[in-house]
């Protein structure tokens, strides 16, 4: 596969990615790292080989998702935990998708945990550590310079090209997608792509038939078997799909 590239200056570190300049001013080297956080950096573990399942769950989606007309950043996977992507801006705005009634939708509304969206339900957040991620809608967005609001028409029809091709890739590999999140960032000419990662971090998975967690709430809620999870996860994403 690649590619005479390596590691420059160090852009960015985020709780479980490092992004690295290379020579080429137009990529990044996007490092996998096996830390996990959860409640705003509250929880803190490494969970073992999270990074190289992280990065290839991500590796062997964004291809599928730009053949779906939805641009990205990414360009091949580089190593284990490295992959090559587009540099990007990305945009503070954390784009989240629901379809079943999880998480802090169903703590802020009191929605039992399980129950069906009868549409999908886009939020949006404030990326910022600092602040725990706050909810916001696409005004604050826009008043606040983060997004214009072609920006965010865009992203928005984006995220639902996102779902519409995650939600029967998973059931056809025994997973229900229940809610995921996603980031969006700015190539220099201004095109809006998806960045940052899809993976059992930024997801919610539920197996179809016994709606046993398969993601990151097992370390958040103390579940055991993390690490399988993650394991199983990557299978069947790879795995091609069942009848
Ligand atoms: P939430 O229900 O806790 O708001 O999470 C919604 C989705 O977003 C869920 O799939 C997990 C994902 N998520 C992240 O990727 N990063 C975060 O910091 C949080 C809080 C959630």
């Known amino acids: ?8 200056e160090l852009k960015y570190e985020g709780k479980a990615k490092r992004v690295y300049a290379t020579s080429t001013p137009t990529e990044y080297i996007v490092e996998y790292k096996d830390d ?14 999270k990074g190289a399942i992280n990065n290839a769950i991500t590796a062997h989606l964004f291809p599928q998702l730009e053949q779906a007309g939805v641009p990205t950043h990414f360009i091949e996977r580089l190593s284990d935990t ?20 999880a998480g802090s939708f169903s703590k802020r509304l009191g929605i039992e945990e399980g129950t069906p ?9 404030y990326k910022s550590d600092a602040l725990g991620d706050p909810l916001i809608n696409t005004d604050t967005a826009v008043a606040l ?14 995220a639902l090209n996102v779902q519409a091709f995650l939600v029967p890739y998973f059931l056809e590999r025994g997973v229900r997608l229940i809610d995921f999140k996603l980031e969006f960032g700015t190539l220099q000419d201004g095109t809006v792509v998806l960045a940052d ?33 993650y394991a199983e996860m990557l299978r069947r994403v790879t795995a091609p799909a069942q009848g």
């Open 1 to 8: 596969m690649s590619t005479n590239i390596s590691r420059g």
């Open 36 to 49: 996990a956080t959860a409640f705003n950096g509250v929880k803190k573990a490494q969970i073992g080989g």
């Open 82 to 101: 490295e992959q090559r992507v587009r540099a990007v801006t990305i945009i503070p705005v954390e784009v989240i998708v629901r379809n079943v009634a």
């Open 117 to 125: 969206l009868s549409r999908p339900v886009v939020e949006y957040c």
């Open 145 to 158: 310079g983060w997004a214009t609001p072609e920006q965010l028409s865009r992203i928005r029809e984006l």
């Open 197 to 229: 990662e899809i993976s059992p971090d930024t997801c919610r998975f539920w197996d179809a038939e016994t709606n046993e967690k398969m993601d990151k709430d097992r370390f958040r809620r103390d579940l055991g078997g993390v690490e399988d999870a």
